[in-house]
């Protein structure tokens, strides 16, 4: 069974703190990695992708994969309240387009 | 550029009934895709179409659902006819064909409730 593990939370963060958010996977030929922000009642959105190790930059998003240890992170700089969502990992295994979704980690940013 | 869209938003239906969601992806995106979330679970794939073709059904969760998508533009997705547990939230999604082929796009979902 493909799995994609993540902590429900919620993760309380106060405003302006790094969020970290983890994500594991158990499918080693999993292949791409994308990261979703939903807020309640909206479609996910897509913030952040990465295909191989290391970290991936854009603005305060920070996306690090580590494929040996089978681990994906999303680190959010300088939080807002705004960015108070449930975030999603998603896994692209090889061969197939379908993704596989975790629960998802609520974040929550205090002013 | 339009984002996908999805029609109705909110459907309630009786047990047996057969209800239609349609997808209108972005324009030009050849792949699309349907997804749901039932209560408290995980968003699972249903299935993948290139243009107008299945490429990938292993999702779908019964032959009571069947998806099309003539012309290779939008696509239906019919439950017939619908149980209880079919309720749920059902999002469509697309991505390119070339570029970040990978990268997919989601709709504002409709959300099933079978009574």
Known sequence: ?111 | EAGVTQFPSHSVIEKGQTVTLRCDPISGHDNLYWYRRVMGKEIKFLLHFVKESKQDESGMPNNRFLAERTGGTYSTLKVQPAELEDSGVYFCASSHRQGTPYEQYFGPGTRLTVT
């Open chain 1, 1 to 111: 069974q493909k799995e994609v593990e993540q902590n429900s939370g919620p993760l309380s963060v106060p405003e302006g703190a790094i969020a970290s958010l983890n994500c594991t996977y158990s499918d080693r030929v999993s292949q791409s990695f994308f990261w979703y922000r939903q807020y309640s009642g909206k479609s996910p959105e897509l913030i952040m992708s990465i295909y191989s190790n290391g970290d991936k930059e854009d603005g305060r998003f920070t996306a690090q994969l580590n494929k040996a240890s089978q681990y994906v992170s999303l680190l959010i700089r300088d939080s807002q309240p705004s960015d108070s969502a449930t975030y999603l990992c998603a896994v692209k295994d090889t061969g197939r387009r379908a993704l596989t979704f975790g629960s998802g980690t609520r974040l929550q940013v205090q002013p």
